[in-house]
């Protein structure tokens, strides 16, 4: 840029450029493209024409501005002036000039554009072509070095005097000497090309040199354009601010009036309220000085009152405190004498087993039994009656003896000598002795009525038990001693205590349980301590009930723990509340805060669905189990996670009872296993013994085994129990009930074998007894091995050897037992037995078991025989005569040597005659057969037999059904249909189906012929084995492939080569039209997405000759006609299938194109199903949470077992008193949920796969040549079927927010605003997704603020929604979020809500009346908002408007239009304020809600035609109502109405001057009234009624004093106006203020009156008020045939 700036481009601009400008350019660069690559089109015709170049032209820098007005004034005023002409003609050429220049620089500007763009390209060609020959070069190079290393390669074959090698050699060298040559070639061409392209852009280079200057102007130019235009919108914002300021400042003002009017209007009626209120003040402050009084001595009198209520309130909490103490101890007192007597009848059970088990007569031992314990029962009866008695005795002593001592010391001081004891002391000790001497239980004491001798109650309060409850000594309680009676007041029970006496007036007056006002303080208090930890969780209207903290997992179970050790487990807390939560550690439960140490760092404020850790930690310090609870507290309220320390357990058992050794020969020696198995977490010492042996274990172990829950009688009814039953077998030799009860229990032993001195286990009792049994002989046959006793390990086995060694033939059986050192574990029991044998010759199989055989098929097996003999036998083999046609033995006789075996060959042939033949040996049910076989053994008597089993079963199979009818079947389709195969064998048979049927079919052109196969047998092509009995479903597959009859057979072969036969019909059809495809696969399909797919309906009918194609029939009928041929889908309306045309027609030789869309959706059930299980899960909750509360402090002394069969109970109970009916109305699904548990569906889908098979009806002739709605005839058998495979997965991008709904719903919005909503979408698939948007309707209220491009996997996006209503409609659309893997749609709904108000002015016109000038009226009016949405309103005069001066200047209305003489806005107040106002002037309408509006209309002179508009404004842009205001002034307060309008309603500007009233009385003159009479005549014999006007006389209500309340009236000249055929009624009268009189007037042609003369007749109407005024009446009457058709008649 040089130094001159912008002025010297310009001259060098014009410099290179002279005169021609712009063709000197054009024709250069012509002569310089002639000599270059590049033609004169692509420079210049080529150019494209450069955006922004022509808004640039059409700105406003180059249009010419008008000048302003006063410039145009000075203009014309000097306009003859001869240089200022001069002047303007300069302007006009430098303008021209101007506009050339710069048209010159868009022409260069372009070029410049043309250029730079060349030059890209051809820097870019140049790269490319350096880059070519590069390649070029380094190809020949590679050439150069093949050649090289070819010419040393065919040396060396030379020198080999290899000619072949050399000659290929040579070949190959020419070939790369020609590849050499054309890169040669190449690279002069790539060279030449190169070196034009660089002259060429050298070129280029040297014209953008040139124009640089110009480069620079335009961009000079074009920062000048901003900076001009910008100076112009500041210029232009500048103005419009001001004139914002001036229209503001006037609102403001007219504003400002209107309220100092209103605020004077209401100084008055304040003035007034604020003395009236002052005076009001004083008064209650002289009423408050003196309640103030009256209140403080009843708030001291009702203050002792409230401090004696309060003692006695603390008294009867405490009583109460007591009275729940003694009920909880007698509900235990009741569940143990419940246990009681579940163990008396336990007991009474097991003496009865062991009775009947020993062969007694139980009913007579139970009988004498409770004999004995009705005798005990009265026995105890008795002493507790005598004990009674003495105690009534000595009540008795001990209260004469107090009343003689009350007596001596009223005659006589009290005098206590030290260590004297009194009666008293004396008779608490008698009574002390004598309850500590006795067993029996003892009543309570009772105290003793005489206040002198009260004594502490003693705490040993027993009361007497039933008959069947156990005696206990409580002489041995250890806290007998103790003192727990304590006054419920301290205090209470003191000598010198004296109680208070409440005066009686107070006793009258307060209520027992205190006032009121009391129980209303205590409440609100407890409720405040119980709000300030616990507060009720409220979101959405919906209150949070149950659980406020899920743990997982839901126990803390410790197993198997070891003392000593530590061990630790983390819980979860998930909150499951609705919103944000805290949570808080209470503590473990009593019983666990020695052993569980809970480690939890408080979250802070924790959101739905969060979580955190919880650490506890359990070190234990006794083996025990511990049972209880970790205790939490939520905002929501308190809940805990159960606990649970299991200590190490025995869980021994033996894999059988049972040890069978079978036959085996004495002397032989055999051996079997028997595991012992622990699966429990602690070892025990164990060992085996034979059931009549003893097992001595130590006295230590005999332990009590006492439950937590029994209290110290419980314990020492077992210590009696343990000690009488000790007594009971030292002394006799019967067997107690307890030893009877634990033989019982046990279960292991026979009944037989229960002896009198085995050990008994009774409940938690373990004893000593040795009993010694003679050894028997079962002891020396059967035998364990050498493992008998030992430890057996935690989850462990011991394998135990049992030993049989037969001594004597016979059965031998023995009955062993496994005890154990560990008390808990019981005794096991197993029993072994075995069979001893001894013959010279035996059979080692004496059951020789063919299994399972069929009839007519020979089974052979062998029988070995063997000998203990030392001689040779003679054997003979024998059969039983019934089996001897199916059974054979060969040979019949034989020899067995010495010590030896001998083999028999068995050959077993049944025949279908085996059941009748055998008899008694075959069961004809089971099919089993016992065939007895004998050996006779020569010098023998007893032979020797075996047992031939067998289970003879049939071959048979059974096809069922035996027919097989297909019916119609089209070529293009297979028909299915399933036979059932049954094999009635016992044993499993292979099948196959043979030999099937097969066809010859001729290609089109008759010269393939070839065998095709219609039927088919599935699966397996129709071979496979059936089990036994077993039916197998087979699938026969028929598809034929030309149209015809079709019969055969179908043969079924078993592996013993037996055939059974399936009949099969069928009838072939050809329709006449044909599918493109006949099975859909459509791609895996998300919820709620499409997948489209396309098939054809072919018609390939065109001829009936059978000789050129088949042609369509139905079996051997007549074939199909040539035509138009119709289909139609048939669709069931649950399928989520759309076929699209569903009904269409195709001609001969044609296709139709059918589209078939698949949209997966859930069922409609199964939402509910879900939605209604979600309710059923929030309801239980609730309940239990109610149900719980009251418990807490129970619950937590019971086991988590117990609370969970109590909490099912419950929800049972609950559940089963509600009927079903209102159970479904309590949990009945709304829209809302319903979406919500389809969200949590389809985030969840595993997928789903279906088929769905579509027909096609067939039917000739055109679907648009049926009569009206007449279905075509479609035939059933030309019916084609289209096979769809439907996938359906879950979708990759789901709805996150709103719980998964895909339904944004905006709610009511009001037109002309905007609602957002915001959606999260989520990717839940594996893989990045790129998303794209379906196009919303651009002229519908719906956008999408943000769209995104990508979705990353497991990324969440949230979409912002707009909703822009233009008009009250319920608006909807869909917004489809489409990526590669489905596609999600949104549904969007929302409703645009117009403003619609109702205004109490029907007819949208507010008349005021009549008021005297200078006073003021108000009336009323109200708005009613009956839409959904509060609604911001304005209220506007027209006479306020900013357009009211420009609409002033216009012609009035009466002189544009005759129809509308009056204006919107009518005569004013002189003064310049307004004739109405209105209150209030904006504000808010709520929803349904309404506001009353004040109108004062206050005129200042006389007018009848004061008028405006009062227009309604909604949400500032809408006018929703327009109120007319009407109102007339009067001057005086009478006023006349009626008549037709004789002025105009404009006043005039002239100015009337005033007259006072002297004057005015002398300027009174007649005010004229016009009334026009029209009398309708349409028939001229009937009469017609006569025509009647009215006339109104008021009297308007004022607040001027006036002498007269009233106005009279008068008319006169009424005799001259009835012979005319008027009648005037009221002709005179009066009106009272504020009110108004109506003058009816009647007129009714006169005989004499001609219709084409109108009658005109005149009256005087005197008014008489305040002053008197007269009027004119003007009565013109005439007859008309039609209304409105009178002529135009002038005063």
Not at 1132 to 1159: W, Y
Not at 1358 to 1376: C, G, I, K, N, T
Request: with cysteine; glycine share 6%; hydrophobic share 35%.
């Amino acid at each position: 840029m040089s130094p001159e700036g912008p002025a010297f481009t310009d001259q060098r601009v014009h410099r290179c450029f002279p005169a021609g400008g712009m063709l000197s350019l054009i024709s250069a660069l012509k002569m310089e493209e002639d000599a270059s690559l590049f033609p004169e089109g692509e420079l210049l015709d080529g150019v494209p024409l450069v955006e922004g170049e022509k808004d640039k032209l059409e700105d406003a820098e180059f249009e010419v501005e008008p000048l302003p007005l006063e410039a145009e004034g000075r203009a014309n005023l000097g306009c003859h002036s001869p240089q200022k002409e001069q002047i303007a003609d300069a302007e006009g050429r430098k303008k021209k000039a101007t506009v050339q220049e710069r048209m010159e620089a868009l022409y260069l500007r372009k070029n410049l554009s043309h250029l730079d763009k060349l030059h890209e390209e051809k820097d870019l060609f140049i790269q490319k072509t350096r880059e070519e020959l590069r390649a070029c070069r380094q190809r020949m190079d590679l050439i150069t070095k093949q050649q090289e290393s070819m010419a040393a390669k065919v040396a060396a074959e030379r020198e080999a005097k290899n000619t072949a090698a050399v000659g290929r050699l040579q070949a190959a060298s020419r070939r790369l000497c020609m590849e050499l040559e054309s890169e040669r070639a190449q690279q002069q061409k790539t060279q030449a090309t190169l070196k034009e392209s660089e002259n060429t852009m050298w070129h280029l280079e040297i014209r953008e040199g040139q124009l640089e200057d110009v480069r620079r102007a335009a961009q000079e130019e074009a920062a000048a354009v901003r900076r001009h235009l910008q100076v112009q919108a500041a210029e232009q914002l500048r103005k419009e601010k001001e004139t914002l300021r001036t229209v503001e400042r006037s609102r403001l003002l007219r504003v400002r009036k209107s309220a100092y009017l209103q605020k004077e209007h209401g100084l008055r009626h304040q003035k007034l309220v604020e003395d009236a209120q002052k005076n009001h003040r004083v008064a209650v402050k002289f009423l408050k000085a003196s309640l103030g009084r009256i209140r403080e001595r009843e708030r001291k009198e009702e203050l002792e009152s409230r401090e004696q209520m309060q003692r006695r309130m603390d008294a009867v909490l405490a009583l109460k405190n007591s009275i729940t103490a003694n009920r909880e101890t007698l509900r235990k007192f009741q569940v143990r004498g419940q246990a009681r007597a579940e163990l008396a009848e336990q007991k009474a059970q097991a003496e009865k087993g062991a009775i009947l088990a020993q062969g007694g007569d139980a009913f007579k031992h139970l009988f004498h039994q409770r004999r004995r314990q009705e005798l005990e029962a009265q026995k105890r009866a008795f002493e507790e009656e005598q004990k009674l008695r003495k105690q009534e005795i000595v009540h008795r002593i001990l209260k004469e003896e107090a009343e003689e001592e009350d007596r001596r010391k009223k005659r006589h001081p009290p005098t206590k000598p030290e260590g004297r004891r009194t009666v008293r002391d004396k008779t608490w000790s008698y009574i002390s002795d004598f309850c500590e001497g006795k067993s029996a239980a003892v009543t309570p004491c009772r105290p003793l009525e005489n206040d002198t001798f009260a004594h502490p109650k003693t705490p040993w309060l027993v009361e007497a038990i039933s008959s069947d409850s156990v005696q206990v000594d409580p002489g041995n309680v250890n806290w007998e001693d103790e003192t727990l009676a304590e006054p419920e007041i301290s205090g209470l029970w003191n000598e010198d205590y004296k109680p208070y006496q409440v005066p009686k007036e107070d006793v009258d007056r307060k209520p027992v349980g205190g006032t009121k006002m009391d129980k209303d303080i205590l409440a609100r208090t407890m409720e405040q301590l119980r709000g300030t930890v616990i507060h009720k969780q409220v979101v959405s209207g919906r209150e949070f009930k149950g659980r406020p903290f899920n743990s997982k997992p839901k126990l803390i179970h410790f197993k198997d723990f070891d003392i000593g050790k530590v061990y630790k487990k983390k819980i979860t807390l998930i909150n499951a509340t609705y919103t944000i939560n805290y949570c808080k550690l209470v503590g473990v439960s009593e019983q666990l805060k020695d052993f569980i140490h809970v480690d939890f760092d408080p979250p802070g404020p924790m959101s739905a669905g969060m979580s955190c850790e919880v650490l506890v930690t359990f070190k234990p310090m006794t083996n025990k189990d511990l049972e209880g609870d970790v205790s939490f507290l939520a905002q929501t309220g308190e809940f805990s996670v159960p606990l649970k320390c299991s200590t190490k357990k025995c869980s021994l058992s033996l894999d059988k009872e049972l040890v069978d050794f079978g036959s085996y020969v004495v002397g032989e020696t055999a051996s079997r296993i028997i595991t012992l198995t622990n699966a429990g977490g602690l070892g025990t010492r164990f060992k085996f013994l034979l059931a009549s042996e003893s097992c001595e274990m130590d006295i230590s172990q005999s332990v009590l085994k006492i439950s937590s829950v029994f209290t110290y009688e419980d314990k020492s009814f077992y210590e009696k129990v343990t000690t009488s039953f000790s007594e009971q077998h030292v002394e006799g030799n019967e067997s107690s009930p307890i030893e009877e009860t634990s033989q019982k229990e046990s279960g292991k032993l026979d009944s037989k074998e229960q002896e009198e001195g085995r050990p008994a286990d009774s409940e938690g009792v373990t004893m000593t007894t040795i009993v010694n049994i003679p050894p028997s002989e079962e002891q020396t046959e059967i035998s364990l091995g050498e493992i008998r006793e030992g430890e057996i390990g935690p989850f462990s086995s011991i394998k135990v050897p049992v030993i049989f060694t037969p001594v004597l033939p016979g059965a031998v059986h023995t009955r062993f037992k496994v005890v154990f050192k560990n008390p808990q574990c019981p005794t096991l029991c197993f029993r072994v037995i075995g069979v001893a044998i001894d013959v010279p010759v035996w059979v080692p199989k004496p059951n020789v078991d063919l299994k399972i055989c069929m009839y007519d098929r020979l089974y052979q097996d062998s029988v070995l025989v063997h000998t203990r003999s030392k001689a040779a036998l003679r054997l003979k083999f024998e059969v039983c005569k019934e089996l001897r046609g199916h059974l054979e033995l060969l040979p019949e006789m034989g020899y067995i040597q010495a010590l030896s075996s001998y083999s028999v060959q068995l050959k077993f042939l049944p025949r279908h005659s085996l059941p009748e033949d055998a008899g008694k040996y075959f069961d004809k049910e089971s099919r089993v057969l016992e065939a007895p076989m004998t050996i006779r053994v020569a010098d023998q008597t007893k032979p020797v037999g075996f047992t031939v089993h067998a289970i003879v079963t049939t071959s048979d199979m059974e096809l069922s059904p035996s027919e097989v009818d297909f019916g119609y079947c089209t070529i293009y389709e297979a028909v299915r249909t399933q036979v059932s195969l049954c094999n009635h064998s016992l044993l499993p048979q292979e099948f196959g189906f043979v030999g099937l049927p097969k066809q010859i079919t001729v290609t089109a052109s008759a010269s393939v012929v070839f065998l095709c196969q219609f039927v088919d047998i599935q699966p397996n092509d129709g071979f496979g084995t059936i089990l036994p009995l077993e039916t197998l479903q087979l699938d026969v597959v028929f598809q034929p492939t030309k149209a015809r009859d079709y019969n055969f057979e179908l043969v079924c072969k078993s592996e013993i080569n037996r055939c059974f036969k399936l009949t099969c019909r069928a009838m072939g059809v050809h329709p006449p039209l044909e599918l493109s495809h006949y099975q859909i696969k459509f791609a895996a399909t998300s919820l709620y997405d499409t997948s489209v797919a396309t098939l054809y309906v072919i018609n390939s009918h065109v001829s009936v000759n059978a000789l050129i194609h088949s042609v369509p029939r139905v079996g051997s009928e007549e074939a199909c006609p040539v035509g138009p041929t119709s289909f139609e889908f048939l669709l069931s309306p649950d399928l989520p299938i759309t076929i699209s045309p569903s009904v269409g027609t195709v001609c001969p030789g044609k296709r139709c194109l059918v589209q078939v869309a698949f949209r997966p959706v859930l069922p409609s059930k199964l939402i509910q199903q879900e939605a209604f299980q979600a309710l059923t899960k929030e309801a239980e909750g609730k309940l239990s949470y109610k149900d719980m509360a009251p418990q807490r402090k129970d619950l937590q002394r019971q086991s988590v077992s117990t609370l969970r069969l109590q909490n099912r109970d419950r929800l049972f109970r609950a559940s089963s008193n509600q009927p079903p009916e209102q159970q479904k109305q309590d949990l009945r699904c709304s829209s809302h949920e319903d979406q919500v548990a389809r969200a949590t569906l389809v985030r969840s889908f595993p997928g789903k796969f279906d088929k769905f098979v579509i027909p096609c009806v067939v039917a000739s002739g055109d679907i648009q040549d049926r009569k009206g709605m007449e279905p075509l005839s479609f035939s059933p058998h030309n019916t084609l079927y289209l096979e769809l495979w439907c996938p359906a997965v879950a979708p990759s991008i789901v709805v996150t927010s709103n719980k998964g709904t895909t339904i944004s719903n905006f709610g009511h919005i009001a037109v002309g605003h905007c609602g957002v909503k915001k959606v999260s979408i989520q990717n839940i698939s594996p893989e990045d997704l790129a998303v794209e948007f379906s196009m919303l309707n651009p002229n519908g209220p719906f956008v999408l603020l943000n769209p995104i491009r990508k979705l990353l996997a497991g990324e969440t996006q949230v979409l912002a929604l707009s909703f822009s209503p233009r008009e009250s409609v319920l608006a909807q659309e869909a917004l489809d979020i489409i990526t590669k893997r489905g596609t999600l749609s949104l549904t969007l709904v929302g409703t645009g809500v117009a403003s619609m108000i109702t205004c109490s002015i029907e007819g949208d016109v507010l008349n005021m009346g009549y008021v005297i000038a200078r006073e003021s009226v108000s009336s009323g009016f109200k708005l009613q908002n009956n839409c959904s949405l509060p609604i911001r309103f304005s209220l506007q005069l027209d006479s306020l408007s900013s357009t009211r001066a420009k609409a002033r200047q216009q012609l009035p209305q009466f002189l544009t239009s005759r129809a509308k003489r009056a204006e919107v806005v009518g005569v004013q107040n002189h003064s310049g304020q307004s004739v109405f106002s209105v209150v209030p002037v904006e504000g808010v309408l709520e929803a349904g809600g309404a506001q009353d509006f004040t109108v004062t209309f206050s005129p200042d002179h006389e007018s009848l035609y004061f008028s405006d508009r009062l227009q309604v404004v909604l949400l500032e842009k809408k006018i929703s109502r327009q109120i007319l205001l009407k109102g007339a002034a009067r001057e005086h307060m009478m006023f006349v109405e009626g008549g037709d309008p004789l002025d105009v309603p404009v006043e005039s500007l002239t100015v009337i001057p005033a007259l006072d009233s002297e004057h005015r009385e002398e300027a009174e003159e007649l005010k004229p009234i016009l009334v026009t009479l029209e009398y309708l005549q349409l028939d001229v014999d009937m009469p017609a009624p006569p025509a009647t006007r009215e006339l109104h006389v008021g009297c308007i209500r004022t607040t001027q004093l006036s002498p007269k309340k009233t106005v009279e009236f008068s008319l006169d000249s009424i005799t001259s106006l009835q012979h005319k055929g008027f009648t005037i009624e009221p002709s005179r009268g009066f009106v009272e203020r504020g009110q108004t009189k109506t003058i009816s007037i009647s007129w009714t042609p006169p005989a004499d009156f001609d219709p084409d003369h109108p009658l005109m007749a005149s009256a005087l109407l005197q008014l008489r008020g305040d002053v008197k005024e007269l009027y004119k009446v003007l009565f013109v009457a005439q007859v008309v045939s039609s209304p409105g058709g009178h002529r135009s008649l002038s005063t």
